[in-house]
């Protein structure tokens, strides 16, 4: 492909996995550049990442119009400004709307950290996912990145990685674990998805 593909992240809180795909397109090892950061929240310091790297932020809240139909068309009126082609979710913790997976079907990625499809549907993310994987006793746990549907957590898996449950994990010494893998399997996950490889 000769010309970069340009990307959205859609982001919620600090923006980790934001941090992870700005470095990794910045040092040409992804086919893509990241155009646009939009935010669920004002204050997510992930937005505070897209200033630092110079990419144009976006604060989405429903609340901020008349109802969800005009929401829809200004985001996608948004994604169309910047000539948005792909979507990738990192710690987005709403629904796309309908009209926008529609718009992008098989498009949209999303990194979970845990291994889907266990662990996955509403109310499953940070810390609730890493806690219900040690209440399990589950011997490993990892993170998934997938096709983002209708369905929260549902769609085609595109590659995913394991890490070990250890003895005396916490939630957050198992989450920290499986953080440094999100940080590398989405990078590559998004490449194969630009460059057809999936």
Known sequence: MDSKARIAVFI??????????????????????????????????????????????????????????????????????????FIALAGYLKLIPVSVIKKYRDRITNIHPALLPKYGGKGMYGRHVHEAVLASGDKESGATVHLVDEIYDNGRILVQEKVPVLPGDDPDKLAARVLKIEHKIYPLALEKLIRGEV
Not at 31 to 50: M, P, Q, T
Not at 58 to 66: D, E, G, I, P, Q
């Open 12 to 85: 919620s809180g600090g923006g980790t996995n934001l941090q992870s795909l700005i470095d990794t397109s910045q040092q040409g090892r992804l086919s893509g550049d990241i155009v646009l950061v939009v935010s669920s929240k004002s204050n997510a310091y992930g937005l505070e990442r897209a200033k630092n790297a110079g990419i144009d932020t976006f604060v989405y809240k429903l609340k901020n119009y008349a109802g969800s139909e005009e929401a829809e068309k200004d985001l996608l009126e948004m994604l169309e400004e910047y000539g948005v082609e």
